[in-house]
């Protein structure tokens, strides 16, 4: 015949590990995982921390991360081609081509010929797309401003130089 167990009280110690253990339930429980010192899922959880805060700034402007950086790059007088867009934003022309259309559709960005290749259309912002970019590039700083919050300026310089050396290292 099988003892049946009975119910016993919890202790005070039981109850209080479970208490600590709801507490630490979420995302910061996670912390002690390997994948917490990865530096390639740091670096994709803080860019996705980081858009999604710009993304909610740039929303009263009707932007998001990616329309804003095409329009930067355009206000940059450096005439980008969509495909030199597509390449330094690690984006498929074909997003491109769409982030390009709604920015004109807008009046603030036009394709223009390009001197270097006729073949070729460069991206240049109209006086409307830079009054949207200052504005834009305002809300951008805001945003990063809280992302960095936590770091020095000399840690936010450090930072910036390293991920432009990740970011622009030359293809092997």
Same mark, same amino acid.
């Given at each position: 015949?099988? @003892?049946? =167990?009975?119910?016993?009280?919890?202790?005070?110690?039981?109850?209080?590990?479970?208490?600590?253990? #709801?507490? *630490?339930?979420?995302?910061?429980?996670?912390? !002690?995982?390997?994948?917490?010192?990865?530096? #390639?899922?740091?670096? !994709?959880?803080? &860019?996705? $921390?980081?858009?999604? &805060? *710009?993304?909610?700034?740039?929303?009263?402007?009707?932007? /998001? $991360? +990616?329309?804003?950086? @095409?329009?930067?790059?355009?206000?940059?007088?450096?005439?980008?081609?969509?495909?030199?867009?597509?390449?330094?934003?690690?984006? %498929?022309?074909?997003?491109?081509?769409?982030?390009? %259309?709604?920015?004109?559709? &807008?009046?603030? $960005?036009?394709?223009? *010929?390009?001197?270097?290749? +006729?073949?070729?259309?460069?991206?240049?912002?109209?006086?409307?797309?830079?009054?949207?970019? =200052?504005?834009?590039?305002?809300? @951008?700083?805001?945003?990063?401003?809280?992302?960095?919050? #936590?770091?020095?300026?000399? #840690?936010?310089?450090?930072?910036?130089?390293?991920? &432009?050396?990740?970011?622009? /290292?030359?293809? %092997?």
């Amino acid at each position: 015949m099988a @003892v049946q =167990k009975t119910a016993e009280p919890r202790s005070a110690r039981t109850t209080e590990a479970a208490e600590a253990e #709801e507490a *630490a339930a979420g995302p910061e429980r996670l912390m !002690a995982a390997e994948l917490a010192d990865e530096i #390639e899922f740091l670096t !994709a959880r803080a &860019r996705s $921390v980081g858009s999604g &805060r *710009a993304n909610i700034a740039l929303k009263e402007l009707d932007l /998001k $991360v +990616r329309s804003y950086s @095409v329009l930067s790059l355009a206000c940059s007088d450096l005439n980008p081609s969509q495909r030199e867009l597509a390449d330094f934003l690690s984006l %498929d022309p074909s997003q491109i081509v769409a982030l390009v %259309d709604e920015l004109e559709r &807008r009046g603030a $960005v036009t394709r223009e *010929a390009d001197a270097r290749d +006729r073949r070729s259309k460069v991206i240049a912002a109209t006086p409307e797309g830079r009054r949207l970019y =200052k504005q834009a590039f305002a809300l @951008v700083r805001t945003s990063e401003e809280h992302s960095l919050g #936590e770091l020095s300026h000399e #840690e936010r310089g450090q930072l910036r130089a390293l991920l &432009r050396r990740i970011a622009f /290292k030359s293809a %092997d």
